[in-house]
């Protein structure tokens, strides 16, 4: 090989901006669906900062995006298991290790969320589909692709 890899120092620190926030009705994490695919019938708003807006262009109402976001509101408690246990294995004394796992306590607190457009605005997009509580800040959106974002068919996740 021409090019070694390159691997980052263990003690790499890395710097992300929000591109704006997510207002719901939920205030703590206890309060938010799951999942985001659970909660089509909640509503909520990516508020976002003027700078970013123009890239709000070529969205649609009816669409699938994935919000990344960071989840503020976990502690340092909360946020650093390595193993842990399972929503359904509650009472079960089992444990996993934490990316076998959709739990949102991980160490670096970026969020995953499946959800639709109801309506793109200039700064701003309404959507259903909420897990994240209010305040979250949104770190990018990107729009779902079925042909990207499904594995191939007959493959099981």
Known sequence: MKN?????????TMSV??????TTD????????????????????VVVFERFAGGLEGLFSGQHVWLLSWLHSQTD?????????PRG???TGR???????????????????????????????DFEGVDLVDGTPV??????SHGSDTPPSGEQG
Do not use: C
């Not at 990316?99 to 309506?119: A, D």
């Not at 770190?139 to 779902?144: G, R, V, W």
């Open 26 to 45: 939920f205030q703590r994490p206890q309060e938010a669906p799951p999942q985001a695919t659970m909660a089509y019938g909640s509503r909520g708003r």
């Open 17 to 22: 901006s929000p591109i704006g926030y997510v």
């Open 89 to 91: 294995w509650a009472g």
């Open 4 to 12: 070694a890899p390159v691997h980052p120092d263990t003690d790499m």
């Open 139 to 144: 770190l990018d959106i990107k729009p779902y």
């Open 95 to 125: 444990t996993t290790g934490v990316y076998s796992t959709r739990t949102p306590n991980r160490h670096n607190r970026i969020g995953l969320s499946l959800v639709r457009i109801r309506e793109v605005h200039a700064a701003a997009l």
């Open 77 to 85: 408690q909360e946020a650093a298991p390595l193993k842990l246990t």
